[in-house]
Protein backbone atom coordinates (compact mmCIF):
# COMPACT_ATOMS: atom_id res chain seq x y z
CA UNK A 1 0.00 0.00 0.00
CA UNK A 2 1.24 3.10 -0.74
CA UNK A 3 0.74 6.20 2.27
CA UNK A 4 2.13 9.98 2.77
CA UNK A 5 4.45 10.82 4.77
CA UNK A 6 4.42 14.82 6.06
CA UNK A 7 7.73 16.22 7.28
CA UNK A 8 7.89 19.59 9.00
CA UNK A 9 11.11 21.86 10.32
CA UNK A 10 14.60 19.87 10.01
CA UNK A 11 13.04 16.58 9.19
CA UNK A 12 11.93 18.59 5.89
CA UNK A 13 15.18 20.15 5.62
CA UNK A 14 17.16 16.48 5.59
CA UNK A 15 14.73 14.96 3.22
CA UNK A 16 14.33 17.75 0.73
CA UNK A 17 10.20 17.89 0.53
CA UNK A 18 7.38 18.14 2.81
CA UNK A 19 5.72 14.75 2.03
CA UNK A 20 7.38 11.46 0.98
CA UNK A 21 5.48 8.90 -0.42
CA UNK A 22 6.50 5.15 0.84
CA UNK A 23 5.20 1.65 0.40
CA UNK A 24 4.16 -0.70 2.92
CA UNK A 25 2.70 -4.21 2.82
CA UNK A 26 -0.97 -4.27 4.24
CA UNK A 27 -1.70 -4.28 8.17
CA UNK A 28 1.81 -2.33 8.76
CA UNK A 29 2.33 0.49 11.24
CA UNK A 30 2.86 4.02 11.97
CA UNK A 31 6.28 2.25 12.92
CA UNK A 32 7.04 0.69 10.18
CA UNK A 33 5.85 3.91 8.20
CA UNK A 34 8.95 5.49 10.05
CA UNK A 35 11.81 2.97 9.66
CA UNK A 36 10.37 2.91 5.67
CA UNK A 37 11.38 6.98 5.70
CA UNK A 38 14.50 6.58 7.32
CA UNK A 39 15.50 3.94 5.04
CA UNK A 40 14.98 6.56 2.50
CA UNK A 41 16.94 8.99 4.61
CA UNK A 42 19.00 7.59 7.15
CA UNK A 43 19.60 11.01 8.80
CA UNK A 44 16.44 10.80 10.03
CA UNK A 45 16.53 8.26 12.54
CA UNK A 46 18.41 10.18 15.54
CA UNK A 47 15.31 12.52 15.75
CA UNK A 48 13.00 9.44 16.35
CA UNK A 49 12.81 10.33 20.24
CA UNK A 50 11.46 13.86 19.77
CA UNK A 51 8.88 13.04 16.96
CA UNK A 52 4.98 12.68 17.60
CA UNK A 53 2.49 11.13 15.09
CA UNK A 54 -0.85 12.31 13.62
CA UNK A 55 -2.59 9.89 10.75
CA UNK A 56 -5.35 11.51 8.80
CA UNK A 57 -4.95 14.61 11.08
CA UNK A 58 -5.38 13.29 14.24
CA UNK A 59 -2.54 12.49 16.88
CA UNK A 60 -1.83 8.92 16.87
CA UNK A 61 0.72 6.17 18.37
CA UNK A 62 3.73 4.18 16.13
CA UNK A 63 1.09 1.27 16.53
CA UNK A 64 -1.55 2.62 14.85
CA UNK A 65 -2.60 0.26 11.70
CA UNK A 66 -2.56 2.14 8.71
CA UNK A 67 -4.72 1.51 4.96
CA UNK A 68 -4.25 2.80 1.54
CA UNK A 69 -3.70 6.04 0.86
CA UNK A 70 -3.28 7.74 5.12
CA UNK A 71 -1.46 10.19 5.81
CA UNK A 72 0.98 10.33 8.14
CA UNK A 73 2.67 13.50 9.89
CA UNK A 74 5.59 13.45 12.14
CA UNK A 75 5.47 16.82 14.06
CA UNK A 76 8.45 17.33 16.03
Do not use: K
Not at 40 to 59: E, F
Amino acid sequence: MRIRVRLFARQREIAGSREVAVELPEGSTVADAWAALVVLHPALAPGRTYVRYARNGQYTGPETVLVEDDEVACIP
